[in-house]
């Protein structure tokens, strides 16, 4: 009897999963407005079978889990989808929910009684907490990206002051300085910058919303800065290796603070492994002593 509920409990399960994928809730309008502005690789990246996974995964948990600007700003940030983002998440959520049904599956061969009901809530908890996982993981990427960014936005700042020493114009250090470098960071304010050039908009007002999609406030610091150079005509190549310079000073700052703190949470571990080092050594004599 308690078999066939939990059985049948997880079939429902399924089939109500299964209806939700295959019918899913219709998307807004301005989520569907939203993918006008992006990239063509973009739009129509969801060629395979994961791809349609994700993006059935996407518009099923998206009134609930995908709205506000910090995830599209991390997803942007960190170069990922949303369609793996979904995936992740799906996946994580099978495992999490099948890994309590697989113990009792295991234990019931095994003769070993597990309440029905103590499964259910297992599998609710592990499947909620695992779900979250994904997100975390995304958050310390976009993390690690920006700080990535800041280290190239030191670079491009240097590349520039040395294309106005040269005689360069304004525009035209923006566009070199961004065209010789590789990384991703110089790849996305090129794109930018030639957009702007398409659209006969000014190259600071393209920095400044490409800044907002990754949400890095050193590009939106550079952007503020540029629209200044370009309005007032304060000086530039006095300035640029000065808060290029600071640049990498508050990443040295950085870097120094997480390592100390690094070195603190090493701390804990120490003192246990050292607790247990001399439990071991003296357990021996303690244990002499006590049967005597």
């Not at 659209?199 to 200044?228: D, I, R, V």
Request: hydrophobic letters at 45%; one cysteine or more; glycine letters at 10%.
């Amino acid at each position: 009897m308690t078999i066939g509920m939990v059985l049948g409990t997880m079939i429902g399960v399924g089939l109500a999963i299964a209806c939700w994928g295959l019918f899913p809730p219709r998307e807004p309008l301005q989520a569907r407005l939203s993918e006008l502005g992006q990239r063509t690789d973009d739009v129509y990246q969801s060629r395979t079978r994961r791809d349609r996974l994700g993006r059935a995964a996407a518009r099923s948990f998206g009134p609930l889990v995908f709205r506000g600007c910090r995830i599209d700003r991390d997803l942007r940030a960190a170069g990922q989808s949303l369609e793996e983002l979904a995936v992740a998440k799906l996946g994580m959520l099978v495992l999490g929910a099948g890994l309590p049904v697989g113990i009792w599956i295991v234990a019931w061969l095994a003769r070993v009684w597990i309440s029905p009901a103590a499964v259910v809530l297992a599998s609710i908890l592990a499947g909620g907490l695992l779900f979250l996982v994904p997100d975390l993981s995304l958050r310390d990427r976009a993390r690690s990206r920006r700080s990535e960014l800041r280290d190239q936005i030191s670079t491009y700042l240097d590349l520039m002051g040395l294309h106005l020493s040269g005689g360069s114009g304004m525009e035209r250090a923006l566009a070199e300085s961004a065209a010789q470098g590789s990384a991703w960071g110089f790849i996305e304010i090129d794109r930018a910058l030639r957009q702007a050039q398409l659209a006969n908009e000014p190259p600071w007002t393209a920095l400044k919303k490409l800044a907002q999609e990754l949400g890095s406030t050193e590009l939106e610091e550079l952007a503020a800065w540029l629209m200044l150079a370009g309005t007032s005509g304060s000086r530039v190549r006095s300035s640029l290796h000065v808060k290029a310079r600071g640049l990498r000073e508050r990443a040295l700052n950085e870097a120094e603070t997480e390592a100390q703190q690094t070195t603190e949470r090493m701390s804990l571990p120490v003192v246990l492994m050292f607790s247990a080092f001399l439990g071991l050594i003296g357990y021996p004599a303690i244990a002499a002593i006590l049967s005597t």
